[in-house]
């Protein structure tokens, strides 16, 4: 065990620090990348832009495919989400 004389201090700190806010800028969609019938560039997609399926969106590092009954839509940061139509 502990000797008697044994001293345990118990200390708490909490630093709390406002960090300025800031806004993220719209994605800004390359007009200049390929657009085929029924495939998309992911890079040509801007902010609330809608693919509707049965189509397939490729990207530099990724590949999504839109069903039919389905439909993509990017939001201001390029994001996609899928819904069904």
Known sequence: GMPADARVDVV?????EE???????????????????GLRSWNALGPGDRVDGRAVVAGGTMTCLVPEG???QTD??????????
């Not at 708490?12 to 709390?16: E, L, N, P, S």
């Not at 201001?76 to 139509?85: F, H, I, P, Q, S």
């Open 12 to 16: 708490r700190i909490r630093a709390v």
């Open 70 to 72: 389905w439909y993509l």
């Open 19 to 37: 960090l300025p806010s800031f806004e993220v800028p719209p994605r800004e969609p390359d007009t200049s990348a390929a657009v085929a019938d």
């Open 76 to 85: 201001d940061l390029g994001d996609g989400v899928l819904r069904r139509a």
